[in-house]
């Protein structure tokens, strides 16, 4: 009796700790982040991801080149678009058309962040599979780089008149892409980390 | 040895393989090519396939021990599952000629290929240990460990556990021989979980799909995180608690059950908002909690029991009553309350921590003014304005019935038998989707309820109860003038069969058939309530009918 009750719990036993690498399922449509950085071409495709989202029309193939951008600085009007007027687009604060614009701005450069900042740990803790001679460095430098880059245009949308009150909180300051709250970050601070990143960058 | 007899080892396989296929072929001759002239834009093809496919295995050992009037029985199971599902879409234009209709001929692919794919695996294993004393007196525990593939890797096994005790108290000295047959108290609590998810939704991945174009200075695709993985994302938990009581009367002919449960389940799957900063809007995270209390009753008796005339008719009824309340929400459902609560065509869930899931919210109101056709309304300072306003909403009522349950009857005659069921519900609040849209907010030029013209508001008729026909004017936004309280009563089904004996009829003899019978059913037959609404053309009324043969050869 005790020999099956001990033989049973034994196999069952066996069986659980078989088990949770087998519960932990890969899907085929999507790449867990843990499988793609494993292998050099998926940190490179980590960071061609970064410039390929960098060309979205809520960025740089849009609204922060041609787009919102010159319109607020009245390069040109667009005087068809009853949705671009001057006067609507400088009341960004209570209409809705270019607050939602802000907002794809806002959430497109964060979510950039996020990737950036998940590149560079994954760098940090799976640097050991790049294994072509540099680029480590090359990833890490661009990544850095990129980062510096987002942020400065971010202080420079959201921050104050820098040579007038440098100390006001301008944007939050993310290097881990976690779901942590961050407080906004004053400007002359955040200014400092933007050179310490392009700083480390050149080092790299 | 004795052990070997009381011991049974059990092992179960299944697999289930499902296909799902949807073509819808339009020909170049369609309509919704007319104005085409480009030949090998006409025509489309989608062509959508699916497959499902499952499997589970399980093994269980069970083994019973008796000695005096003790017994023990010792239970365990283990078992593996696998749920696979994948589909492929695919839709192609430009079939130029009406000879062309295989999918192959398609001139161009009209979009992408879409699909989804999915797979989710768990494990569980379960013991159970039961003691029962001189069969009055028994208990049991079981305990159950699960582990899901669905959940976070931080996540591990989840163990879920109960225990009950039960009473037989009919088989007490003190209640033998009399009219009670059956007199048992039970009570149990346990937690229990959940897994009834989306299979990948705690895992941080990353897509390539949305970065798909060229890249002149690379040789690789670019890849983008796709959302924020919640490794700590864990089963939801309810706590159960029930006590019943069951109720036999003359060998048991009439039956009467009783239980009361309460019910609370935490750590509710909700999309939580996370910081505007984090780069991803929601996050799954196991934040909510709701409970859930109620009691149900059953009745019912073998009324005709007349075995020499071939005579037997049952009537069971039963009801129940459940009040749930939201215990805690997320910011993701405190944000949908606001948008629902601005809503002016009709009522939408909200979801307020210590009330119930399914209140009612909107505007009172003090019907229509009989001297001036228009819709009085009572603000929340009780106030009377003829001016809606969203803020003023309040609670006005549940749309949860007070009390809801069925009535079954089955007769048999000989080889004839009949069922009947019947549903009811009472004290629902239900808004009348139908008094607004078919009576205030119709057009005169489109058909019309009898009471759009006949009980409108107008200086003959300054009592009515709907404001004054206006050719342009506003549409009438909610109130509680179309809150109503609905008590139904369903027909729900009927059924007629006849069972031919074989001893009757001698044909089915020679063909070896031991039995043959032909049921007919009829459902969905009626519905009274005190509501008076349109199903609509969306989900109309569907009266099915069946004819059943069913035949058993020795």
């Not at chain 1, 809520?58 to 390069?75: A, C, D, I, P, W």
């Not at chain 1, 480590?136 to 104050?160: T, V």
């Not at chain 2, 629902?340 to 109101?365: H, W």
């Not at chain 2, 342009?472 to 609905?486: A, C």
């Amino acid at each position: 009796m005790k020999k099956i009750i001990l033989a049973c719990s034994w196999i069952i036993l066996m069986m659980m700790s078989a088990c949770s690498d087998w519960v932990d399922v890969s899907p085929n449509t999507d790449v867990k982040s843990e499988d793609l950085f494993t292998s050099e071409s998926g940190f490179k495709s980590a960071l061609i991801g970064i410039y390929g989202r960098m060309t979205d029309q809520s960025l740089y193939g849009g609204h922060m080149t041609f787009n919102f951008m010159e319109k607020l600085v009245q390069r040109y009007d667009n005087n068809n678009d009853s949705d671009d007027v001057r006067a609507k687009i400088y009341d960004y604060k209570n209409q809705s058309d270019p607050k939602n614009t802000l907002a794809s701005i806002w959430s497109a450069m964060y979510q950039d962040i996020a990737n950036i900042n998940s590149l560079l740990t994954y760098l940090e803790t799976n640097g050991h599979y790049i294994t072509t001679e540099g680029y480590w460095e090359m990833i890490k430098g661009e990544a850095l780089g990129l980062r510096a880059f987002h942020y400065f245009d971010l202080l420079r949308m959201w921050g104050p008149i820098y040579a007038q009150d440098s100390t006001a909180k301008a944007v939050p300051f993310r290097d881990k892409f976690n779901s942590d709250k961050v407080a906004p970050m004053a400007a002359n601070e955040l200014a400092h980390k933007i050179l310490d990143d392009l700083i480390e960058a050149e080092n790299c | 040895m004795q052990y070997q007899e009381n011991l049974r080892v059990n092992v179960a396989a299944s697999f289930t393989k499902g296909t799902a296929r949807s073509e819808v072929f339009k020909s170049m001759n369609h309509t919704d090519f007319a104005g085409e002239k480009d030949l090998t834009k006409r025509g489309s093809y989608n062509k959508n396939t699916g497959e499902t496919f499952t499997w589970s295995l399980n093994a269980s050992v069970n083994y019973n021990l008796t000695f005096g009037k003790h017994l023990i029985s010792l239970f365990g199971r283990w078992n593996v599952d696998e749920n696979q599902g994948n589909s492929v879409n695919l839709s192609a234009k430009g079939f130029p000629n009406d000879n062309m209709t295989d999918f192959l001929f398609g001139f161009e692919m009209d979009n992408r290929v879409a699909g989804m794919e999915s797979t989710s695996r768990s494990v569980g294993v379960i013991g159970q240990v039961s003691y029962m004393y001189d069969t009055r007196y028994s208990m049991d525990f079981s305990i159950r460990g699960d582990l899901s593939s669905q959940f976070g890797s931080n996540t591990g096994m989840a163990p879920f556990w109960s225990i009950g005790a039960r009473w037989n108290m009919h088989k007490e000295k003190w209640l033998e021989n009399t009219f009670i047959s059956n007199l048992v108290l039970r009570g149990s609590y346990g937690v229990t979980g959940s897994q009834s998810y989306e299979p990948y939704q705690a895992t941080e991945m990353y897509s390539f799909r949305e970065l798909m174009f060229p890249y002149p200075a690379t040789d690789v695709l670019g890849a983008q995180l796709k959302g924020i993985g919640n490794p700590d994302l864990g089963w939801s938990k309810t706590k159960n608690r029930s006590v019943a009581l069951e109720l036999g009367f003359f060998q048991n002919r009439l039956n009467f059950g009783a239980s009361y449960y309460n019910n609370l389940t935490e750590n509710l799957l909700l999309d939580y908002t996370l910081a505007p900063s984090v780069g991803f809007r929601t996050m799954t995270t196991n934040v909510g909690a709701v409970k859930n209390e109620g009691i149900d009753l059953q009745l019912n008796g073998l009324i005709i029991n007349d075995w020499e005339r071939n005579i037997q008719w049952t009537l069971g009824i039963n009801g129940a009553h459940n009040r749930n309340v939201v215990e805690k929400i997320s910011n993701v459902l405190k944000a949908l309350n606001e948008t629902n609560l601005a809503s002016k065509d009709e009522p939408l869930p909200i979801y307020e921590e210590g009330k119930s899931m399914n209140q009612l919210f909107t505007v009172r109101s003090l019907g229509i003014d009989p001297a001036t056709g228009k819709e009085v309304y009572l603000k929340r300072n009780g106030e009377k304005t003829f001016v809606w306003d969203a803020v003023d909403k309040v609670p006005m009522g549940d749309s949860q019935p007070k009390w809801n349950g069925s009535i079954s009857s089955s007769f048999l005659y000989k080889n004839w038998s009949m069922n009947l069921a019947f549903t009811y519900s009472l004290g629902a609040h239900i808004y009348n989707q139908t008094l607004v849209d078919k009576i205030e907010n119709s057009k005169v030029a489109y058909n019309l309820d009898r009471r759009a013209i006949k009980a409108r508001w107008s200086k003959d008729n300054p009592d009515a109860k709907y404001k004054s026909i206006e050719i342009i004017g506003n549409d009438t936004p909610q109130s509680s003038r179309f809150v109503q309280k609905e008590n139904k009563l369903t027909f729900s089904s009927i059924t007629l069969g006849y069972r031919f004996d074989p001893k009757n009829f001698k044909f089915l003899q020679t063909c070896r058939v031991a039995s043959l019978s032909l049921n007919a059913t009829m459902n969905d037959i009626a519905v009274l309530s005190t509501i008076r609404q349109e199903r609509g053309l969306d989900y109309p009324f569907a009266r099915s009918f069946n004819l059943s043969l069913s035949v058993l050869f020795n």
